[in-house]
């Protein structure tokens, strides 16, 4: 997106447009509007919009923008969010990176090795999802590198919580075709660690793309980011994807440590029936969810990734 196409803001505009989001850089942002794209800017006053956010425009906006007779443009109002996927800002800041808006499904990715598992990352992500009321579709990826029965095992613990869950590997071409069926005619946002395969799934899903994927660092077994521009990028099959640089901290600031809990959804049934009101699902006598780890009914493993998360709220709040 040229700078110098938008040296004068247009003032008379020729026609005035509502449009979807599908690419932001350097304060450049794509509005699609039916088969049309226009270039537009945001003025300082609708950066300033939020005093919870650094970003103002991003991709899934629909936006109300004015279009001049070269067809570069100005948005004027960003209307209603449904949803919003949020992250942490960069060096400490209190206020929040919005990645994306109005998303239909966030597809979770995680690497079964590669960098290895780790369901308390996962959790985590999950989390997102569930305080943005977002649904969840779990991919377990590069399935090549575990063995059958440790992917059975991971895949059923999420799938009995209800989670939809799809095993992938881009290099055999495994779940492809389904997962391309599911994103099909949404707008999805795909999430997961660096390294963790986003990139060549969505290679796989959409032939073309040439998305640059992630080499592992064999420092830090970790993945290094490729993404760095925010784009909804258009599917074949209908809708959209994102693919969004890895996230460096979650933060769901609007939750508080006694909501925490709900995020879990197999922990609802359980939450009305604890024998005091302020329970915090730790270590207090009449604890339903408790009982519910004793007798099998929550995995150990989720019940400990609740705990880390709850005290990260109450000695932090950084969720």
């Given amino acids: 997106m040229s700078g110098s196409r938008m040296a004068a803001i247009p003032q008379t505009p020729k026609l005035t447009v509502e449009g979807l989001v599908t690419r932001t850089e350097s304060g450049f942002h794509q509005v699609r509007v039916g088969t049309q794209v226009f270039v537009c800017r945001a003025p300082k006053r609708l950066l300033n919009y939020t005093r919870t956010t650094t970003t103002a425009v991003v991709i899934g906006d629909h936006v109300r923008a004015h279009i001049a007779e070269d067809d570069t443009g100005v948005i004027q109002e960003i209307l209603p969010r449904r949803n919003e996927l949020v992250r942490g800002a960069a ?170 809990a709900w995020l879990f959804p197999e922990f609802r049934p359980y939450l009305p029936h604890c024998k005091f009101s302020n329970c915090t699902h730790r270590e207090e006598m009449g604890c339903q969810v408790l009982e519910a780890v004793r007798t099998d009914g929550i995995t150990h493993e989720r019940h400990g990734s609740y705990c880390r998360v709850y005290e990260d709220v109450v000695e932090q709040h950084v969720w």
Wanted: net charge negative; hydrophobic share 45%.
């Fill in 91 to 260: 060096g400490g800041s209190r206020f929040l990176d919005v990645i994306a808006a109005n998303i239909d499904l966030l597809i979770v990715v995680h690497s079964l090795r590669d960098p290895d598992f780790t369901a308390a990352r996962l959790d985590r992500l999950l989390l997102l999802a569930e305080a943005a009321e977002i649904p969840a579709l779990i991919c377990l990826n590069k399935v090549d590198l575990e063995t059958p029965d440790r992917t059975a095992m991971i895949s059923q613990a999420y799938r009995t919580i209800g989670y939809p869950v799809i095993l992938t590997c881009a290099k055999t071409d495994l779940g492809i075709a389904t997962l391309r069926h599911r994103i099909a005619g949404q707008i999805s946002a795909m999430v997961g660690p660096s390294g963790a395969g986003k990139s060549s799934l969505l290679n796989a899903v959409q032939p073309g793309l040439r998305l640059r994927t992630a080499e592992i660092s064999e420092s830090t077994g970790k993945g290094k980011h490729t993404t760095t521009t925010a784009a909804l990028l258009a599917l074949d099959g209908g809708g959209y994807v994102a693919d969004t640089p890895g996230l460096r901290e979650l933060a769901i600031r609007q939750v508080e440590a006694e909501d925490v």
